[in-house]
Each structure stands twice: as C-alpha cells, then as structure tokens.
C-alpha cells in the first residue's frame, strides 16, 4: 500500500524538475508543491476515515518529496561564488535531513496510531512555514533583482564594476 504514493512523488518528482528547471522558476515550483502537501495534510488531519487518509497521501507525499529537487536548485542558482554555494547546499542537506528525522520521530514515537494527530499538526505547521517562506524570498529576490537591474544601468558596463563577484555583482541575476 505504500508504493502507489511513493510512484507518484517519482513521477511528479521528475515533471517538476523539468519544468522548473525548463522555465526557471523554482519559487512558483516550490510554492505549489508545498500547496498540494499542505492540502494532503490538511485531509490526512480533517478525516478520521482510512480510505480519505490513504488517499491524503497521493497528496501530501508528492508534494513534500517533489519539492526537493527545485528547492536544492533554487538554493545553488542564488548562490555563488563555488563556496557561498557549496555552503547554501551543505546547510540545504542538513535542514532536508533533519526533517526527515524529526518526521520519523514525530511518526513512530511521538504521536499515536493511528490518527497520528500530533505528527501531523506539527508537520502541516512546518508545510504553512514553507509556504510563507517561499513567498517572502520570492518577494525579496524580486526586489534584490530590481535593484541589481537599477545597478547595472547606473554602472553602464561590466568592466566599470568596482569588483564584485558572486551574487553581489550587479550582472548577477537570482533564480525566481
């Protein structure tokens, strides 16, 4: 019973890399991905019926794994030079990672079957806290870009940059 969910966070996983990656907007990615999870934990909490809370899955699971790969792209194209990203990357695993050991707390100690009524509310907590997240860096690297855009009329030409490398250049533009 758990592979059906799992084959559809494969799936939806692989699309959404592509489109993220094909059009470059990783936030929007990012941000609807955690829309469906936080709707599948929103079922998976409002329903005290097996067949709704299995169903919940197809939403939450795809959701929450899917969104790893535009989120670690979006984390690598805002960052540079090589050891601000390397540094964005390594801090990117770690959080990923201790989610996944704080979920598998929550889940098989923490909470009891089956309604598993504390995991959940800390988890759907978690997906709004991503959900403001994202909107609020979407905001901020809309603004950061506005500015680099003012900078670069104002300098005219990249050789006339007071050397700036990285994401601080003025030429650098982040990822949406």
Not at 99 to 113: D, K, Q
Not at 126 to 131: D, Y
């Amino acid at each position: 019973m758990s592979v059906p969910p799992f084959a559809v966070s494969f799936v939806l996983s692989l699309i959404t890399s592509f489109l993220s990656d094909h059009f470059g907007r990783r936030g929007l990615t990012l941000f609807m991905l955690t829309l469906l999870s936080t709707a599948g934990f929103a079922v998976f909490l409002g329903s005290a019926q097996n067949r709704v809370r299995y169903g919940s899955l197809f939403l939450l699971l795809p959701g929450t794994y899917a969104g790893g790969p535009p989120l670690g792209a979006w984390a690598a194209n805002n960052a540079a030079p090589h050891t601000r990203r390397a540094t964005a990357l390594g801090a990117f695993m770690t959080a990923t990672n201790s989610g996944a050991i704080l979920s598998t707390w929550l889940f098989g100690a923490l909470s009891p079957a089956p309604r598993y009524t504390s995991a959940a509310t800390t988890l759907l907590a978690f997906q709004v806290g991503i959900l403001l997240c994202t909107l609020v860096n979407l905001a901020y690297l809309t603004r950061c870009n506005a500015r680099k855009r003012e900078a670069r009329a104002r300098i005219g030409e990249r050789s006339k940059e007071d050397g700036k490398i990285g994401d601080e250049s003025a030429w650098f533009e982040y990822t949406l």
